[in-house]
C-alpha cells in the first residue's frame, strides 16, 4: 500500500510543496504538516528565499537498504538518504524549478534509533528531515569542518522548534 499526501503552498507565504509518499504499513508516521514546518523552517534557516520543490519518501528498512547499496555501496538499512536534484544537461537554468530533490526516510530505523537515543520518536523525525533537506541544499558532514557547520545550522532549527540537541 503507498499513500500520497501533498502540502499545497498558499499563496499568502512562501512554502514548500511536498510530495510525501508513505510506503509503509502501520508505522507512527507524522502528519503532512510537520513534514511542511520542518522543511520550512529550514528552508527559512538557511536564507533559502523561495517556493521549493522536494518528494519525502517514507520507506520501510529492505528498500533504504537496497537505495543504500545501489547509490552509497553500502549494504545496510540507513535512516535517511538525500537526493539532490541535478539539472540535465541543456536545460536552462531559468527553466530549473524549485525542486530540491528527493529524500527517502526510514521509518523503522528512525523509530529504533529514538528508542536507542532516548528521544521523543517526534523528535527524531524533526531531526531526519532537517537533516536530509540540507543535503539537499548542498550541506554535508564528511569532514569535521562541514560537520560542524550542518551540525549548527540542525541545532539552530530544532531549537527553534523547542527541540533539544539531538547530538
Not at 510543496?17 to 507512527?28: F, H, P, R
Not at 520543490?53 to 555501496?73: G, K, S, Y
Not at 569542518?145 to 539552530?156: G, P, V, Y
Request: hydrophobic residues 40%; negative net charge.
Amino acid at each position: 500500500m503507498m499513500l500520497k499526501k501533498k502540502s499545497k503552498p498558499s499563496n499568502a507565504d512562501m512554502r514548500p510543496l511536498i510530495d510525501l509518499q508513505i510506503a509503509v504499513e502501520d508505522q507512527d508516521i507524522p502528519a503532512s504538516e510537520n513534514f511542511e514546518l520542518w522543511v520550512t523552517n529550514t528552508l527559512k534557516k538557511t536564507g533559502v528565499g523561495r517556493d521549493a520543490e522536494l518528494a519525502i519518501r517514507i520507506v520501510t528498512a529492505e528498500e533504504i537498504q537496497q537505495l543504500n547499496l545501489q547509490f552509497r555501496r553500502k549494504d545496510k538499512a540507513t535512516n535517511v538518504l538525500s537526493f539532490p536534484f541535478d539539472l540535465p544537461v541543456g536545460i536552462p537554468e531559468e527553466e530549473a524549478v524549485n525542486y530540491l530533490g528527493d529524500l527517502a526516510i526510514c521509518a523503522e530505523v528512525v523509530q529504533t534509533e529514538s528508542k536507542q537515543q532516548d528521544k521523543p520518536l517526534i523528535n527524531h523525525w524533526a531531526h531526519m528531515v532537517i537533516h536530509g533537506t540540507l543535503h539537499l541544499l548542498g550541506y554535508d558532514h564528511i569532514d569535521d569542518q562541514d560537520a560542524e557547520i550542518m551540525e549548527d545550522l540542525e541545532r539552530q532549527v530544532l531549537q527553534e522548534l523547542s527541540i533539544p540537541d539531538p547530538y
